[in-house]
C-alpha cells in the first residue's frame, strides 16, 4: 500500500507561484505513476499533471506552460504552480498507481492523498 500526504497549499494572490509536495511512503518502488488532480467547488476532479517513473511528463491544457511536475529520488513529487488565477483555486489532491501482481494477475492500484487547498484570491 501507498500513503500520501500534499502540503503546500494556502493563500496566495494571483500571479504568485506556489509549489505543492506530494510525499509518498510505503510500497514505494511498486508506483509506476505519480498525478496531481484538483476539485473547485461544485466541480468535478480533474487530473491536472502526472509524471511516470521513467520521468515522462503530461499535462492538461488548461494548465501547460504554468504548472510544472517533478519528483526527487525520494518519491517525493513538486507541482510547481506559476502566475496562478482565481480558476486555479481549488483543492489539490496528490494519487499513486502502483503494480500489483494478485493471484497471477497485474492490477493496477491507486491511492489519494488528504488534498491540500489552493485559493487565489487579492
Known amino acids: 500500500q501507498v500513503q500520501l500526504v500534499e502540503s503546500g497549499g494556502g493563500l496566495v494572490q494571483p500571479g504568485g507561484s506556489l509549489t505543492l509536495s506530494c510525499a509518498a511512503s510505503?510500497?514505494?518502488?511498486?508506483?509506476?505513476?505519480i498525478s496531481w488532480h484538483r476539485q473547485a467547488p461544485g466541480m468535478e476532479r480533474e487530473l491536472v499533471a502526472n509524471?511516470?517513473?521513467?520521468?515522462?511528463t503530461n499535462y492538461a491544457d488548461s494548465v501547460k506552460g504554468r504548472f510544472t511536475i517533478s519528483e526527487d529520488l525520494g518519491k517525493r513529487t513538486y507541482l510547481r504552480i506559476n502566475g496562478v488565477k482565481p480558476e486555479d483555486t481549488a483543492v489539490y489532491y496528490c494519487?499513486?498507481?502502483?503494480?500489483?501482481?494478485?493471484?497471477?494477475?497485474?492490477?493496477?492500484?491507486?491511492?489519494w492523498g488528504q488534498g491540500t487547498q489552493v485559493t487565489v484570491s487579492s
Open positions: 494519487k499513486a498507481n502502483e503494480f500489483v501482481w494478485v493471484g497471477g494477475e497485474l492490477r493496477d492500484y491507486y491511492y
Open positions: 510505503g510500497t514505494i518502488p511498486n508506483i509506476h505513476t
Open positions: 509524471i511516470t517513473d521513467g520521468g515522462a
